[in-house]
C-alpha cells in the first residue's frame, strides 16, 4: 500500500475494466448458443396475436353428426389412431318416460364411437321411446380461467393472447395433471409424442388466414368461427350471437369458456 | 473489516453457501431461460411461431378455387352451397401443391349417404332417406348432380 499507483497495479485495472466490457457480449453470445442448443426456434412469421381474439362456436340445431370434422381433425393434426380427439361429435337420445312414472322424460343416453367419425350405430331403444336426440360436438372450451393451464408445473401449456389454449411441446414433460384437471375431457396424452395434446384451433391454419379443419368441412355450418378483433362484414360469430340464445358448458365450475353453444339441452355437460 | 472476522466462522460459511446459491440460480437463470420467455405472458412465446408453422393437410376452399372455379361457382347457386370442396372430396393440400389424379379421395355412394341417411338424431330439417325404400342401385349421381342438387341430370 505504500504506492498504490504503480505501473503493474494501473495495467492490472485497466484490463480489469476492459475485460469486464468484453465478457457481457461474450456472455451474451455463449447465451444465445445454448439456447439454440436447447430449444431452436423457426422465424417468426408475420402474424401478431396480439392484433386476433378467435372465437368458436357451435350451432347444436345445424349438426347432422357426419362426423366429417373429427375426420378432418384427425387427419389435419395427425392425431394418433385410436380413442384420442381433438373434437368429436356426441349423440344424445333422451328417452320418453315410462307411462305413470310421473317424470317429464326417461334417461339419458351418450355414445360416441370413434368420435363418430365412422358413424353411429342404430339408437339402443327403439324409434318410438326417443323423445328428442341430437347431436353435439365437442372440442376444447378455450377457458379464460383454465384449470389445464394452472396446474402445469412446468408452464408449457398457456393462455395465447389471440384465444388459443395451447401447449408448447418441447416444454411438456407428459406428466397428466392438465389432463384430469380439464373439465370437458378435451386433452390426452399422445401414445406418440408423449406429451399432453388439444384441439390448438389448427393454430398453423388461422395464423394463415384459413379457417380450422373442422370449420373447414362443417356441411351444415354448425360451427361458426371468427376473429373478434376484425370482425368481417356480416361477420358469422355476430349473426350467432344475434340469431341465438348461446349457453356455456358447466358455467357453475367457474372455467369461464369463451367457446359457445346454441340449441343444446340441460342434459349436455 | 476487521468486525467481519469476528463473526463466527460457521456463520460466515452459511452465508457465502447462500451467496454463492443465490448466484449460480442468476447464472444458471440468464443461460437457460428461453429468449422469448414472458413476450406474451408466462411461457416461451416462439412456442407460438412454432406452433403455426407446422405442415397442413386441408388446403381450403380458396385454393380449390384457384383452379376449379367453375364448379365451386356452380355449388354457390344451390343447395350445396355450405359445403368446402374438401367435406366430399376429402384433404386437398397434396394435391394443390402436385395436382394430379391420384392424390385426392374419389367421392362415391358412402360420402352422399354419411349425411343422408335417416337418423332420428338428425335434425328434421336436413333431408334423409332410408337407402332401402329409396333406391337399390350403387351410384347416387344416376338421379343427383352433387353440385347442383336441384338440377335432374
Known amino acids: 500500500m505504500k504506492n498504490p499507483l504503480s505501473r503493474r497495479s494501473v495495467i492490472g485495472r485497466i484490463s480489469a475494466v476492459v475485460a469486464g466490457v468484453l465478457a457481457a457480449p461474450a456472455a451474451k453470445a455463449a447465451k444465445a448458443v445454448t439456447q439454440k442448443l436447447l430449444v431452436s426456434a423457426d422465424a417468426p412469421k408475420d402474424y401478431d396475436p396480439t392484433k386476433h381474439k378467435w372465437l368458436m362456436a357451435i350451432d347444436a340445431n345445424r349438426c347432422i353428426g357426419c362426423g366429417l370434422c373429427a375426420e378432418a381433425c384427425k387427419k389435419e393434426n395427425r392425431v394418433p389412431e385410436g380413442p384420442y380427439f381433438r373434437t368429436w361429435v356426441e349423440r344424445y337420445i333422451i328417452t320418453k318416460p315410462k307411462p305413470g312414472s310421473g317424470a317429464a322424460r326417461g334417461e339419458t343416453l351418450v355414445d360416441c364411437p370413434n368420435g363418430g367419425i365412422n358413424g353411429y350405430p342404430e339408437a339402443p331403444v327403439l324409434k318410438e321411446e326417443i323423445q328428442h336426440s341430437f347431436f353435439v360436438p365437442k372440442l376444447c372450451n378455450l377457458c379464460q380461467h383454465s384449470p389445464c393451464v394452472q396446474v402445469c408445473p412446468v408452464g408449457a401449456t398457456f393462455d395465447a393472447p389471440d384465444g388459443a389454449v395451447l401447449i408448447d411441446p418441447k416444454y411438456c414433460i407428459g406428466c397428466g395433471f392438465c389432463i384430469q384437471a380439464c373439465p370437458y375431457g378435451c386433452r390426452f396424452l399422445s401414445p406418440v409424442t408423449k406429451t399432453a395434446e388439444k384441439c390448438t384451433l389448427c393454430y398453423h391454419r388461422i395464423t394463415r388466414g384459413l379457417k380450422p379443419a373442422c370449420v373447414e368441412v362443417c356441411p351444415t355450418q354448425a360451427r361458426i368461427f371468427g376473429d373478434l378483433k376484425n370482425p368481417k362484414p356480416d361477420d358469422p360469430l355476430e349473426r350467432f350471437y344475434r340469431d341465438n340464445l348461446v349457453v356455456t358448458l358447466k358455467p357453475h365450475l367457474g372455467t369461464e369458456p369463451r367457446l359457445l353453444y346454441a340449441g343444446i339441452d340441460k342434459e349436455v355437460r | ?153
Request: hydrophobic share 30%.
Open chain 2, 1 to 153: 473489516m476487521r468486525r467481519l472476522f469476528k463473526m463466527p466462522p460457521q456463520l460466515i460459511r452459511i452465508c457465502l453457501l447462500a451467496v454463492g446459491i443465490v448466484a449460480a440460480y442468476s447464472i444458471a437463470s440468464y443461460f437457460l431461460t428461453p429468449a422469448s420467455f414472458g413476450e406474451y405472458g408466462w411461457y416461451r412465446g416462439a412456442a407460438l411461431a412454432e406452433m403455426a408453422t407446422r405442415d397442413r393437410v386441408y388446403a381450403g376452399m380458396k385454393a380449390c378455387e384457384e383452379c376449379h372455379s367453375d364448379e365451386s361457382q356452380k355449388l354457390m347457386k344451390h343447395e350445396h352451397k355450405s359445403l368446402a370442396c374438401e367435406s366430399c372430396h376429402g384433404p386437398g393440400e397434396a394435391h394443390a401443391k402436385d395436382p394430379r389424379k391420384d392424390n385426392v379421395e374419389k367421392s362415391s355412394f358412402a360420402t352422399c349417404l354419411r349425411c343422408h341417411e335417416a337418423n332420428p338424431s338428425r335434425p328434421k330439417w336436413h333431408k334423409q332417406i332410408v337407402i332401402k325404400n329409396h333406391y337399390t342401385g350403387s351410384k347416387c349421381t344416376e338421379c343427383h348432380v352433387p353440385h347442383s342438387p336441384s338440377e335432374v341430370p
